[in-house]
């Protein structure tokens, strides 16, 4: 299977032509007959009954870990993504962090530090909900810190996941791609709807006059730390049904890919017997 969501390590991205509708031609092979909203319910349920096993088969292992990052504007929908891709997924195989304003605490320590803290365990799904990337993309945006200081994390991102990477986290990157207008609808039907009035504050507003400076700092990041131990996958997620379908596709097929095996029984399970 062709991977056309996967920026190679090095590739310059320009985000504003990259698709963010849902390119037929761009849906996965075996999935290439549910081209419609509706018709991606059925595939996407499926994906999820075998993520499920997978994740059972990933607890029972313990050998490794999987990470999975979201990043993207405001309204993207990365809380619809952990909801929907994880679907029927046992809880306790799961945790998703929630990346927010540093607190004390994390800002009087390396940017990393917190983010360190909170990988998954081996045989664990973590979610990051925002991650480290924050601290090259709203931070270099706003000027939170001197460039001379955040020039230098890429690289120190890049050596972060690698170290993950050789200790047995896998790491899949998803940026959730969205156009400008896109996100107006989504505000403002987050303004006219009174049970999503919680979801939306005046610096969701604020941050989108900045989106061309947001959209040059995704560039770098997907420039600079798309790497072969955590590769960086740009999603078209104008379409809800179409973004779910594409991420849990890759996670499924990423945990496919590493063979995983059942641990052998600590005893001869054919001499057990019960009363
Ligand atoms: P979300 O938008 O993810 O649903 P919030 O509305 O609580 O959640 O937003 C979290 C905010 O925290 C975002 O504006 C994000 O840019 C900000 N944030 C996250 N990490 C950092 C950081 N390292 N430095 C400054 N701001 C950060």
Known sequence: MTLPFIVKPGEKI?????????????????????????????????????????QELLYAESERALLIILQGMDTCGKDGTIRKVMAGINVQGCDVVNFKVPSVDEISRDFLWRAHRVVPRKGKIGIFNRSHYEDVLVVRVHDL?????????????????????????????FFLHISKDEQKERLESRINDPTKHWKI????????????????????VL?????????????PANKKWYRNLVITERI??????????????NSDVSTLYVD
């Open 14 to 54: 320009s985000l504003s032509g990259v698709d963010k509708d849902c390119n037929p031609e761009l849906i996965p092979d075996y999935t290439a007959a549910y081209r419609k909203k509706g018709e991606t319910k059925k595939p996407l349920k499926k994906l999820n009954k075998r993520l499920l096993k997978l």
């Open 201 to 220: 504050t005046e610096a969701d507003i604020r941050e989108r006059s900045y989106w061309d400076d947001y959209m040059q700092a995704y560039e770098t």
């Open 252 to 265: 499924v097929e990423t945990l496919e890919n590493l063979d995983m095996k059942y641990p052998k029984p």
């Open 145 to 173: 810190v001197p460039e001379s200081i955040w020039k230098k994390r890429y690289q120190q991102i890049n050596d972060f996941e690698r170290m993950l990477a050789e200790n047995g986290t896998i790491i899949l990157k």
């Open 223 to 235: 420039h600079r730390c798309s790497t072969d131990w955590a590769p960086w996958y740009i999603i």
